[in-house]
């Protein structure tokens, strides 16, 4: 059971990107999937998540500019991030709790995805 994002990318300051981050593996159902981002000298953040039934939350810093989102079928969440700050430079990782086919939970990282926002 493993996690693979890509999406991030060198931007400019109100500009927009957009983050994807699939499970893969053997895999019965995935509930909660996440978004944190960790910035250089920081520690690691949670951005966003997003519950099996879709309902969300926001870290306060990322409220209105943010949205996170999923698809059940392909087993990916995604995060669309608007009017980009400098700020918001940091690799991005998302993260799941997926319960596996043998019914065991993992709750694996991504391997991170990089955004720097340029001023």
């Known amino acids: 059971v493993q996690l693979q994002a890509s999406g991030g990318g060198l931007v400019q300051a109100g500009g927009s990107l957009r983050l994807s981050c699939a499970a893969s593996?053997?895999?019965?159902?995935?509930?909660?999937m996440a978004w944190y981002r960790q910035a250089p000298g920081k520690q690691r953040e949670l951005v966003a998540v997003?519950?099996?039934?879709?309902?969300?939350n926001y870290a306060e810093s990322v409220k209105g500019r943010v949205t996170i989102s999923r698809d059940n079928a392909k087993k990916t969440v995604y995060l669309q991030m608007n009017s980009l700050k400098p700020e918001g430079t940091a690799v991005y990782y998302c993260?799941?709790?997926?319960?596996?086919?043998?019914?065991?939970?993992?709750?694996?990282w991504g391997q991170g995805t990089q955004v720097t926002v340029s001023s």
């Open positions: 993260n799941a709790r997926i319960i596996s086919s043998e019914m065991r939970e993992y709750v694996p």
């Open positions: 997003i519950a099996s039934g879709g309902s969300t």
């Open positions: 593996g053997s895999i019965f159902r995935v509930n909660n």
